[in-house]
């Protein structure tokens, strides 16, 4: 097993219409993943330590309608979800008591993330407990679990609305109008400067910071023998090289399941056309509407038939519209799913040597990774040194 455990955490922002996919897969909504690694059979042993009231969207909705949090000023593309995932190596937790110790620290866990992004606007907290960890199993000889915690949530900031140089009460001018609740991911993640020992003012990454107030946190709470990764050591970008493959993977399974999603669009569309074809009763109907009149060509109907003929005629217009709308539509989403697999399918072929290799042998693909960085590193610093000489 691994000694070093360190602990994770990675952010991703999301826009409102890409967030479904996050909450089928965090809920365990689908009835089947492309990851075989995830056993619902376990999925009931996923704990909540928040649990959303309706889909993520319409809690979104809600806050709005209440006035919890604005959206006023977002672009219609905004990124206003956000997910947090923490994480910390399986054999951590086997060597600690498994289950029952996971529960108790990614409840320390939320308790946290409450404090990071205010327990308000957290709309679902669950840990997993229902994908299994293929080579640490296969190390063990029997089935051990991955346990991570999923935090969606909205990224809100205080927003003070100043008074403008048009109030009529001068005294006010630049002052507090109102405070909002913005949702803003650009704001709540923002690069701080911080001033160096020497003096200097450099930008620093908020998700770094992030990292470290969640290791110092987790040690805090009793949880002393955690590690947070060596800053620019070869540890910490082999931490790098992992997170990167782990981010291609969960690539490989959000395409999968977007056509998945495409392939279940395409049908209700079809099915949509197909309810909007005319049925052949109304045709009978139209058929047998108006009589011949006794002389000449012309045809004479009841106020009724004209009634019906209207509608039916009405009818015809909005559903040839209609069907027009969905053709349409069932063009892109047919375009979109082929798109989406040809890049699941390239991607998939791109990393299966990768893939086969970590399976096959872990220890030594993080070797030959720990090799390549220090190669790396000593040609730099060569490089390094041989620009020096040159100005000596």
């Not at 059979?41 to 309608?65: I, P, Q």
């Not at 209700?268 to 049925?279: D, L, R, T």
Request: hydrophobic residues 30%; proline residues 3%; neutral net charge.
């Amino acid at each position: 097993m691994e000694k070093t455990d360190r602990t994770v955490v990675r952010n991703q922002p999301y826009q409102r219409g890409g967030i479904g996919i996050r909450e089928r897969h965090n809920e365990r909504k689908n009835e089947c993943y492309s990851n075989p690694d995830i056993e619902l059979a376990r999925s009931h042993l996923n704990v909540h330590f928040r649990r959303c009231e309706g889909t993520y969207k319409r809690a979104l909705d809600r806050m709005l309608e209440q006035g919890i949090v604005s959206t006023r000023g977002l672009k219609p593309d905004a990124k206003v979800f956000e997910e947090m995932v923490f994480d910390v190596n399986t054999a951590y937790f086997e060597r600690h008591g498994g289950y029952d110790f996971a529960q108790e620290f990614f409840r320390e866990v939320f308790r946290f993330a409450e404090q990071e992004v205010g327990s308000e606007y957290i709309l679902s907290a669950v840990m997993h407990a229902d994908e299994r960890n293929r080579a640490l199993s296969d190390e063990l000889g029997r089935d051990v679990y991955h346990y991570h915690l999923h935090v969606i949530y909205l990224p809100v900031v205080e927003k003070h609305v100043k008074w403008s140089k048009r109030c009529r009460d001068p005294s006010l001018v630049g002052t507090t109008k109102e405070i909002i609740h913005q949702i803003s991911h650009s704001k709540k993640w923002a690069f701080p400067v911080e001033v160096g020992a020497d003096g200097t003012a450099k930008r620093v990454t908020s998700y770094g910071l992030l990292q470290t107030r969640f290791f110092e946190h987790m040690r805090q709470a009793g949880y002393d023998d955690l590690e947070r990764g060596v800053e620019g050591s070869t540890a910490e970008h082999l931490d790098v090289v992992e997170y990167k493959v782990e981010q291609e993977r969960q690539r490989l399974s959000t395409l999968t399941e977007q056509a998945e999603e495409k392939v279940a669009e395409l049908t209700e569309v079809e099915q949509k056309i197909e309810k909007v074809q005319p049925v052949p009763a109304q045709i009978s109907e139209i058929n047998v509407i108006g009589r011949k009149k006794r002389f000449g060509e012309d045809y004479e109907l009841t106020a009724g038939e004209l009634d019906k003929l209207k509608k039916l005629a009405k009818y015809g217009i909005t559903a040839q519209s209609t069907i027009a709308d969905l053709e349409r539509q069932l063009t892109r989403t047919s375009n979109l799913y082929w798109r989406e697999k040809e890049a699941f399918d390239k991607l998939y072929t791109e990393t299966q040597p990768f893939r086969d290799a970590m399976r096959l042998a872990p220890q030594r693909m993080r070797e030959t990774i720990r090799d390549i960085f220090q190669q790396a590193k000593e040609a730099k610093e060569q490089r390094k040194a041989r620009q020096q000489s040159r100005y000596r």
